[in-house]
């Protein structure tokens, strides 16, 4: 499918060098925006390349009524030598037509996932920022815009990506987080839409994920939706445990997002002295080997902090240190390796990086 390219009217003002750093998430967009329609009778349609601007949906959009929507989150990184890098972009489009299939809503040919990511980021290119730890976040995003209240599937969808500068993940540099273990809020059952990233999983979250900042947590891990019992995903990361040479985490039994940082580290471990054991892990049993000491790391992956290292974890108002408290070898090695993978300090042995022509 051809991408039309429709001029700038006006240029914003990107950041500047020394701005960088400090660029909050998800706040600055760049200039451009892709977008391409799909309709029952007509399949996908007028891929375009626009100026980014306003949407101007009917109130009785489906999207609104019935939450047919899906997303994904990637990053583009500029290296030393000015080299504009996307880390197994391919797996953000598989993953997408998972969540679409689920969804019913079409899927989006591989191809043209990439494609429209590639050429939006050869014109936005100057967005991708330079300084240490930033890089440029691609969200593509599908939404159902049939005017029609009715639960059924929509007749015509908006695909559609968007792209903004962030700053470092960690500003304050690279520290363990405190987290809490939520026992009473639900957010996903197998067979549900747990495993999908749709935007009705994040709203589930966000009640759980509120009262644990009152307490002063920053994440909530939660359990599974059927018996409270068993560790699943903490807010938009995967969370990993590690005991001495082996590294611990939930299968992927439909409540649990994929993550495709959790399948980098899955990958990584074994080249970094570690065994990687996918099993359900019960929470008693988890607080009781952290307690013992045999649980000596934890951390989270995820696309925007990549790393997120676990010093405490609160469980029923008791609060469990894991390890000393401080960044384990380990996580501080994936966490090494993998942004340095991504930014082109390492090298890549796996294939993950596509470069930008």
Same mark, same amino acid.
């Given at each position: 499918?051809?991408?039309?390219?429709?001029?700038?009217?006006?240029?914003?003002?990107?950041?500047?060098?020394?701005?960088?750093?400090?660029?909050?998430?998800?706040?600055?967009?760049?200039?451009?925006?892709?977008?391409?329609?799909?309709?029952?009778?007509?399949?996908?349609?007028?891929?375009?390349?626009?100026?980014?601007?306003?949407?101007?949906?009917?109130?009785?959009?489906?999207?609104?009524?019935?939450?047919?929507?899906?997303?994904?989150?990637?990053?583009?990184?500029?290296?030393?030598?000015?080299?504009?890098?996307?880390?197994?972009?391919?797996?953000?489009?598989?993953?997408?037509?998972?969540?679409?299939?689920?969804?019913?809503?079409?899927?989006?040919?591989?191809?043209?996932?990439?494609?429209?990511?590639?050429?939006?980021?050869?014109?936005?290119?100057?967005?991708?920022?330079?300084?240490?730890?930033?890089?440029?976040?691609?969200?593509?995003?599908?939404?159902?815009?049939?005017?029609?209240?009715?639960?059924?599937?929509?007749?015509?969808?908006?695909?559609?990506?968007?792209?903004?500068?962030?700053?470092?993940?960690?500003?304050?540099?690279?520290?363990?987080?405190?987290?809490?273990?939520?026992?009473? /809020?639900?957010?996903?059952?197998?067979?549900?839409?747990?495993?999908?990233?749709?935007?009705?999983?994040?709203?589930?979250?966000?009640?759980?994920?509120?009262?644990?900042?009152?307490?002063?947590?920053?994440?909530?891990?939660?359990?599974?939706?059927?018996?409270?019992?068993?560790?699943?995903?903490?807010?938009?990361?995967?969370?990993?445990?590690? /005991?001495?040479?082996?590294?611990?985490?939930?299968?992927?039994?439909?409540?649990?997002?994929?993550?495709?940082?959790?399948?980098?580290?899955?990958?990584?471990?074994?080249?970094?002295?570690?065994?990687?054991?996918?099993?359900?892990?019960?929470?008693?049993?988890?607080?009781?080997?952290?307690?013992?000491?045999?649980?000596?790391?934890?951390?989270?992956?995820?696309?925007?902090?990549?790393?997120?290292?676990?010093?405490?974890?609160? /469980?029923?108002?008791?609060?469990?240190?894991?390890?000393?408290?401080?960044?384990?070898?380990?996580?501080?090695?994936?966490?090494?390796?993998?942004?340095?993978?991504?930014?082109?300090?390492?090298?890549?042995?796996?294939?993950?990086?596509?470069?930008?022509?």
């Amino acid at each position: 499918m051809e991408i039309r390219i429709l001029p700038l009217t006006e240029r914003k003002n990107k950041p500047s060098l020394s701005e960088e750093s400090k660029l909050s998430f998800g706040r600055i967009f760049t200039n451009r925006m892709f977008m391409a329609e799909w309709k029952t009778d007509r399949g996908w349609f007028d891929a375009r390349i626009v100026p980014y601007a306003p949407f101007v949906l009917d109130p009785a959009c489906m999207v609104f009524h019935y939450a047919q929507e899906i997303f994904e989150g990637l990053k583009a990184y500029r290296w030393s030598d000015g080299t504009i890098a996307l880390f197994r972009p391919e797996m953000n489009a598989r993953r997408f037509n998972r969540s679409a299939e689920r969804m019913c809503m079409p899927d989006v040919p591989e191809e043209l996932f990439i494609k429209a990511i590639e050429e939006l980021l050869r014109l936005e290119k100057e967005w991708v920022p330079s300084a240490p730890g930033t890089s440029l976040y691609i969200r593509p995003t599908m939404i159902a815009v049939e005017p029609a209240l009715g639960v059924k599937p929509s007749d015509h969808y908006y695909f559609y990506i968007i792209l903004c500068p962030v700053g470092p993940y960690y500003p304050a540099g690279f520290n363990p987080v405190k987290i809490m273990v939520e026992d009473k /809020y639900v957010r996903a059952v197998p067979g549900g839409t747990g495993d999908v990233k749709t935007g009705g999983n994040y709203a589930a979250s966000l009640k759980g994920a509120l009262e644990a900042k009152k307490k002063g947590f920053e994440q909530v891990l939660w359990l599974d939706g059927v018996q409270h019992r068993f560790v699943e995903e903490v807010g938009a990361m995967n969370m990993f445990f590690a /005991y001495e040479d082996l590294v611990v985490t939930a299968p992927l039994t439909g409540s649990i997002l994929g993550g495709i940082t959790r399948d980098s580290v899955m990958k990584l471990s074994d080249s970094l002295g570690f065994k990687v054991e996918e099993r359900q892990i019960d929470i008693c049993e988890l607080i009781a080997d952290i307690r013992s000491g045999d649980v000596t790391e934890a951390f989270g992956s995820g696309t925007a902090a990549v790393i997120t290292p676990v010093g405490h974890i609160s /469980y029923r108002d008791e609060l469990y240190r894991i390890g000393d408290g401080d960044v384990g070898a380990f996580t501080r090695d994936l966490y090494n390796t993998l942004t340095g993978i991504q930014y082109g300090r390492c090298e890549d042995k796996f294939g993950w990086i596509r470069k930008i022509a």
